[in-house]
């Protein structure tokens, strides 16, 4: 493999691109397939919008059902929980 030198960057402008052009190239040649299914709106969009989806499952459906469950059980610390969802509610009606 030849070194290069200072002086051969001065006589050939283009040398020192193509060689960061063909390393970059190597590097990056495992991008090659996921850039190209990206190219693809239909999945880009679902990329895109599943950071946006997990936070709402997250913070909001998950809080959401966990009080939902609670308030038809008569769940107390240290107890199993037990579901009375018929006399709760129709009681309340």
């Given amino acids: 493999m030849k070194q290069c030198r200072k002086s051969d960057h001065a006589q050939h402008p283009q040398g020192r691109s193509r060689l960061l052009e063909?390393?970059?190239?190597?590097?990056?040649?495992?991008?090659?397939?996921?850039?190209?299914?990206?190219e693809n709106e239909a999945?880009?969009?679902?990329?895109?919008?599943?950071?946006?989806?997990?936070?709402?499952?997250?913070?909001i459906a998950y809080p959401f059902s966990l009080g939902v469950w609670l308030s038809?059980?008569?769940?107390?610390?240290?107890?199993?929980?037990?579901?009375?969802w018929p006399a709760q509610f129709y009681a309340s009606l």
């Fill in 72 to 84: 038809l059980t008569d769940k107390l610390v240290g107890k199993p929980a037990q579901l009375h």
């Fill in 22 to 38: 063909a390393s970059a190239s190597h590097r990056l040649s495992w991008l090659a397939p996921i850039s190209a299914w990206l």
């Fill in 43 to 59: 999945i880009l969009g679902y990329v895109l919008m599943t950071p946006a989806l997990l936070l709402i499952v997250v913070f």
